[in-house]
């Protein structure tokens, strides 16, 4: 038997889905929402860690000596000590869509809260990106659209970055 041709199978498909029959509603919940995500950092120096987010302008604390938390304008990052944290082979990454990826820069540079600050340049894709790596070498990317028009990838938005 042949193969049927593309337009062949778009047919079929379409005349098998135009029956006279109502079609019974889905027994099936819709699924859960997804809320947000949230990256978890590795750290050989969990107070280190914090006091190096709260320079960058992070609210922090810690949750014992083993774990703690940094949020800052409703992003939120965890960071999760490890005794065996290698900066070249366990280190994390999380990207920020921000307002103002040069402002952002300048205000990380200017706290000399440590690490290793990238300057924001033009990407093809109609980004403007820095970079920050922590004293564990985890990388925050961010960046903004270009010509300003505020936050990139809004919720909801699709595209590539």
């Given at each position: 038997m042949e193969n049927p041709k593309p337009q062949d199978l778009s047919r079929a498909t379409r005349d098998a889905s135009s029956t006279d029959k109502p079609t019974a509603p889905s027994t099936h919940?819709?699924?859960?929402?997804l809320q947000s995500i949230v990256p978890i950092f590795s750290t050989a120096d969990l107070p280190?860690?914090?006091a190096h987010y709260?320079?960058?302008?992070?609210?922090?604390?810690?949750?014992?000596?083993?774990?703690?938390?940094?949020?800052?304008?409703?992003?939120?990052?965890?960071?999760a000590a490890n005794p065996h944290h290698d900066p070249l082979t366990t280190a994390g990454c999380a990207y920020l869509y921000v307002d103002d990826a040069d402002a952002l820069h300048a205000a990380w540079s200017a706290v000399g809260a440590g690490g290793r600050s990238?300057?924001?340049c033009d990407t093809p894709y109609g980004l403007r990106e820095g970079a920050h790596h922590d004293p564990d070498n985890n990388l925050l990317r961010y960046g903004s659209r270009m010509g300003g028009g505020g936050l990139a990838g809004k919720q909801g938005e699709s595209g590539a970055v």
């Open positions: 919940p819709p699924p859960p929402k280190r860690c914090l709260r320079a960058l302008g992070f609210d922090v604390r810690s949750y014992g000596t083993e774990y703690g938390f940094a949020a800052r304008d409703g992003v939120q990052l965890h960071v990238v300057a924001p």
